[in-house]
């Protein structure tokens, strides 16, 4: 601010001391033509009338002899140069200054003509400008200052208000988010992200204590029963019998138990892991038919048909895990197996969309029910249809991971939903078209 004032200052005084100056000379050239037409006797003439006429506040013209003497015009002190320049005129009767003038001096045969207009308006202007500029500077100063602490005061009053509800976070409290007035700053950026965070740290603890819930509640029955079966063991010994079938049913409980928590690391490994990791470009054709090829014989002994439709495109590349896509298809096949029925149809194929690589699995079974189509995903969820036949409800959760980790979409629908008895369950995995390359 400082160097835009002195600069403006300077700009401004240096323009109206030109203006000053201009009018000087042209004052003087009008008393040089006086001159040439009437000698000096004109120019003195013209000069008393002139001095006569104006204040010699703001102007002053005199006229000298050869020997320096005054003619006519201001009483002042002939100045000891000829031509144009800022300078303090000087009275001949009081020795003191007459102010700050420009002047123009020019000398003649027989004369020297003395020509002035006073710089006081220009000097004062300067003084005003500059005093102006101070006080300006301390007003803004004062006022920056101010506004800089009244929103200081607001900044600190929000990150306090952060720093209080994150303390309230970390002792237990995952409802409270931070009050948002107004979007207006950065800080308040930052608090709808940080309440943004908030919304799924809680999802992701609600989803942690359901989960751990329901292990609990679904490891339960099967520790009792194991533990049932070991005391049953222990009184065959003491009665004397042969405590080997208890024993027997206590490690195919022991067994399940440990496919249970082996997939549960599993899906929790999956939805830690990078996605970059162990992916390869694979032929998901190629996938389908391997894990096919496991299925049909159990798919055979349930009488039903398991088929596969490749498709036009001789290759589907994808780039994936090919371990989980594997398991991911081994899970969806095999529940159409398990729960579908026997007599049923079960087809895989692929399609190829402008933006989309879909994996298609269909049934002629039963079907899920549209309304409990959304929580088959969950862990240990099993529709009631479901509950007499083995399993752990697991296995969706598990494809559900898979697509997660691979950013596949997930969509359930009926085979044909004209039919109330058989309606079938159709399951597409829709991989996007930027992990396919061609």
């Not at 003619?71 to 303090?88: H, K, M």
């Not at 470009?281 to 596969?308: K, R």
Request: hydrophobic letters at 40%; one cysteine or more.
């Amino acid at each position: 601010m400082c160097l835009g004032g002195t600069l403006f200052i300077w700009s401004a005084t240096q323009t109206l001391r030109n203006v000053t100056v201009q009018q000087t000379l042209e004052e003087a050239v009008l008393l040089n033509d006086v001159y040439s037409a009437g000698g000096r006797e004109g120019l003195v003439k013209a000069i008393s009338t002139l001095s006569n006429l104006v204040s010699s506040q703001d102007r002053i013209s005199a006229v000298y002899d050869e020997n320096g003497i005054n003619l006519a015009g201001a009483d002042l002190v002939l100045p000891d140069f000829v031509g144009v320049r800022d300078t303090t005129l000087q009275s001949v009767s009081a020795k003191g200054s007459q102010g700050h003038f420009i002047v123009s001096v020019q000398k003649f045969n027989d004369a020297t003509l003395v020509v002035g207009r006073n710089l006081k308006a220009v000097d004062e202007m300067r003084v005003h400008l500059i005093a102006g500029l101070v006080v300006m500077t301390v007003l803004l100063t004062f006022g920056t200052l101010v506004l800089g602490l009244l929103a200081s005061g607001v900044s600190f009053s929000k990150l306090r208000s952060i720093e209080g509800v994150l303390a309230r976070v970390a002792s237990g409290e995952s409802d409270v988010r931070i009050p948002i007035v107004k979007r207006t700053d950065q800080i308040d950026r930052i608090s709808v992200q940080i309440n943004a965070n908030l919304d799924v740290l809680s999802r992701l603890m609600a989803s942690m204590r359901a989960t751990t819930t329901a292990i609990a509640h679904d490891l339960k029955t099967p520790l009792a029963r194991v533990g049932l079966l070991l005391n049953d063991a222990l009184d065959a010994i003491e009665a004397g019998r042969d405590p080997h079938g208890q024993v027997e049913r206590a490690l195919n409980e022991t067994g399940s138990l440990n496919e249970i928590i082996d997939t549960i690391l599993r899906i929790t490994r999956i939805r830690a892991g990078s996605r970059s990791q162990d992916m390869q470009l694979n032929d998901l054709g190629s996938i389908v038919e391997n894990t096919l090829e496991f299925y049909a014989p159990l798919a055979q002994e349930n009488g039903q048909t398991l088929e596969f439709r490749p498709g036009e495109t001789e290759k589907y590349l994808l780039l994936c895990d090919k371990n989980m896509v594997q398991q991911m298809l081994a899970n969806i096949v095999g529940n159409a197996i398990v729960h579908g029925g026997s007599g049923i149809s079960i087809r895989v194929y692929l399609q190829e969309r402008p933006e989309m690589l879909d994996l298609i699995v269909e049934d002629t079974g039963t079907g899920i029910p549209e309304g409990q189509r959304h929580e088959v995903f969950d862990l240990f969820k099993r529709i009631d249809s479901a509950r007499s036949k083995p399993g752990s409800g697991l296995g969706l959760a598990l494809v559900k991971a898979v697509a997660d980790h691979h950013e596949a979409r997930i969509t359930l629908s009926s085979t044909d939903p004209g039919s109330s008895h058989h309606p079938g369950l159709r399951v597409i995995v829709s991989f996007p078209k930027r992990q396919v390359q061609q």
